[in-house]
């Protein structure tokens, strides 16, 4: 896949089917919701979950037993340590990652490019071009 998955699964598709209940070892969430449930259910036992946004929503409901009885951890991931900005700086000099913009909006067409964030359909990153070049 081109960017650089192996496989990838619908959020909104049935886990417990694909991949399946127990099935996988870490889960890096960016938008928990009313699915979140269901991504500790897919967690092997001794699995790790990662947060680090709640786009569909913040409130979640946990049954407690999923966690102490699969013997979970969770974490939030918003503080980082002061060498990773510069190395994910060095590595985007370098050529080595690079954002995937999803559009990019000229500053004019701002209100634009909150409507479709807020309707949560893009892949990738909205861009605001300042300079009021804004490519579509």
Not at 23 to 32: G, M, N, Q, R
Not at 48 to 53: D, F, T, V
Not at 54 to 65: F, K, N, S, T
Request: glycine share 8%; hydrophobic share 45%.
């Amino acid at each position: 896949m081109t960017l650089g998955a192996e496989r990838t699964i619908p959020r909104d598709g049935d886990l417990s089917k694909e991949p399946g209940s127990k099935s996988v070892h870490v889960v890096i969430d960016l938008v928990a919701g009313r699915q979140w449930p269901s991504l500790l259910d897919v967690l092997k036992p001794f699995g790790r979950y990662a947060a680090s946004g709640a786009i569909a929503g913040p409130l979640v409901e946990l049954d407690v037993r999923t966690l102490y009885l699969k013997d979970l951890s969770l974490f939030g991931c918003t503080v980082l340590s002061k060498a990773v900005f510069p190395n994910l700086v060095k590595r985007i000099e370098a050529g080595e990652v690079s954002p995937l913009v999803a559009k990019t909006f000229a500053l004019t067409e701002i209100a634009n490019a909150q409507k479709q964030f807020e309707a949560k359909k893009h892949v990738g990153k909205l861009v605001i071009d300042v300079s009021g070049e804004g490519m579509a």
